[in-house]
Each structure stands twice: as C-alpha cells, then as structure tokens.
C-alpha cells in the first residue's frame, strides 16, 4: 500500500534538486523501506524527522528513459519476494493507471507527468535517495548498476532536506478522502495525494492513507505509514 508520508519525501527530493542545485529533476521518488516511522501530529524536531528516514542517504539524480521509468512503475510488483508489492512514493507531478489484474511487467496502462502522457523515447531526471537509485529493493530499472546509467550524488542529506522542506512548507496537508480499493476497480488509479500538484482532467486523485499534517498549525492528525 502507497504511504502519503513516502509520497511527500519523493516531492522533498524533487524540490530540494530543483531549489538547490543545477540538475533540474524532472520527478521525484522513494522507496517504501526508507521510511521507518510515522510522523506525529505537531511539532517537528530533528530527532522526529530522523526516525522517518534514519539512514543518512545522499540525494541525487539518474537519467532515463520514459521506458525505463515505467518498467520501474512495474517493478512494484515482486512475485515470489517476502513482500510482493513494494509501492513507491511518487512526487505529486506524477500520476498512473494501472490494472491489478494484468501479467507480471504489463500491469501500467498510462503514466502523466506533469499532466503530460510519459514518452518511452523520452530522457526523464528522476531524484531520490542514493540507496534506492543504486538498483536497492531490485529496481533494476534505474540502471545504475545493471545498466549504463548513473547515479549523481549531489552531497546533500535526506534528513536535512526534510527539515528544510517541513520549514518552508508549515501548512502542507494530504488530501484525507480515499477512492473505493484499487481491488474493486477495472482500472484502479493511483496519483498524488497533494492538494497543491498539477492534475489533468483525465486523472482521479491517488489513493493515501487517512492522513493529517506534521504540524499542529494545520492539523492535529499524525501522518502514518503503510508498510
């Protein structure tokens, strides 16, 4: 299951790329396993935000293609592993339709980025966490280690960035409504959780876990994670 909490770290590294470096990522992601707590209502200290992603990765970038994108969408799904669908955070820029039913790497029916349908010839910059941008949780697709692409490391910190990021954004709060179980759907939808991303008219808001905000500014609901 998506967790609103990994889907705002993946817009963390994507606006932290664009806000301090030269790079200019095109989309954000995170891996399911790098966030290991949930986050209180309230407050946020350095101590709190380190539990979420206690691991102290470098962000930074890997070129690829919009078929190498998708078939990283795919790689969700893991037949035959400890947990069978490991579902990535996605930065609100990006949205998808797939179909639970469909065979192994045929599961993707369309993919927006920035409201736009993905072009598979296309070059995309993708920021995340070096852990995972390194092929870790058998994303093969980044091609970093299987392949030819490469991982930039831009020396800025996880934990860092996400203090920054809940400084500058105080108010920042997930949508709290749920679409029907992407089981009962023909074509279940998944797309950004933000109030604040870009959608087209074609696309249905992604599906988050009941959520609220980290501050009590805006909120006195915790954001939890689905693991």
Same mark, same amino acid.
């Given at each position: 299951?998506?967790?609103?909490?990994?889907?705002?770290?993946?817009?963390?590294?994507?606006?932290?790329?664009?806000?301090?470096?030269?790079?200019?990522?095109?989309?954000?992601?995170?891996?399911?396993?790098?966030?290991?707590?949930?986050?209180?209502?309230?407050?946020?200290?350095?101590?709190?935000?380190?539990?979420?992603?206690?691991?102290?990765?470098?962000?930074?970038?890997?070129?690829?293609?919009?078929?190498?994108?998708?078939?990283?969408?795919?790689?969700?799904?893991?037949?035959?592993?400890?947990?069978?669908?490991?579902?990535?955070?996605?930065?609100?820029?990006?949205?998808?339709?797939?179909?639970?039913?469909?065979?192994?790497?045929?599961?993707?029916?369309?993919?927006?980025?920035?409201?736009?349908?993905?072009?598979?010839?296309?070059?995309?910059?993708?920021?995340?966490?070096?852990?995972?941008?390194?092929?870790?949780?058998?994303?093969?697709?980044?091609?970093?280690?299987?392949?030819?692409?490469?991982?930039?490391?831009?020396?800025?910190?996880?934990?860092?960035?996400?203090? #920054?990021?809940?400084?500058?954004? +105080?108010?920042?709060?997930?949508?709290? %409504? @749920?679409?029907? *179980?992407? !089981?009962? $759907?023909?074509?279940?939808?998944?797309?950004?959780?933000?109030?604040?991303?870009?959608?087209?008219? #074609?696309?249905?808001?992604?599906? +988050?876990?009941?959520?609220?905000?980290? %501050? @009590?500014?805006? *909120?006195? !609901?915790? $954001?939890?994670?689905?693991?």
């Amino acid at each position: 299951m998506e967790s609103s909490l990994n889907s705002l770290l993946a817009d963390v590294a994507l606006d932290s790329i664009n806000a301090k470096t030269a790079l200019k990522a095109d989309i954000g992601v995170m891996n399911a396993g790098g966030v290991r707590a949930d986050l209180a209502a309230g407050e946020v200290t350095f101590a709190d935000a380190y539990q979420v992603q206690p691991f102290g990765n470098p962000i930074g970038t890997v070129d690829m293609t919009g078929a190498q994108f998708i078939e990283l969408l795919e790689q969700q799904w893991k037949p035959g592993q400890s947990r069978a669908h490991l579902a990535l955070g996605l930065s609100s820029n990006v949205t998808y339709i797939y179909d639970p039913a469909g065979e192994q790497g045929s599961r993707i029916t369309r993919v927006l980025v920035n409201g736009t349908p993905i072009d598979p010839a296309a070059t995309y910059r993708v920021a995340g966490n070096r852990f995972l941008l390194n092929e870790g949780d058998i994303f093969t697709a980044f091609g970093t280690q299987t392949g030819s692409n490469t991982f930039t490391d831009t020396g800025l910190m996880d934990v860092d960035l996400f203090i #920054s990021y809940l400084a500058a954004n +105080p108010n920042i709060a997930p949508v709290t %409504s @749920r679409p029907p *179980s992407a !089981s009962t $759907w023909t074509e279940p939808r998944r797309t950004v959780p933000w109030q604040r991303a870009p959608r087209s008219p #074609s696309t249905c808001p992604r599906s +988050p876990t009941p959520v609220g905000s980290p %501050s @009590r500014r805006t *909120s006195p !609901s915790p $954001w939890v994670t689905r693991r």
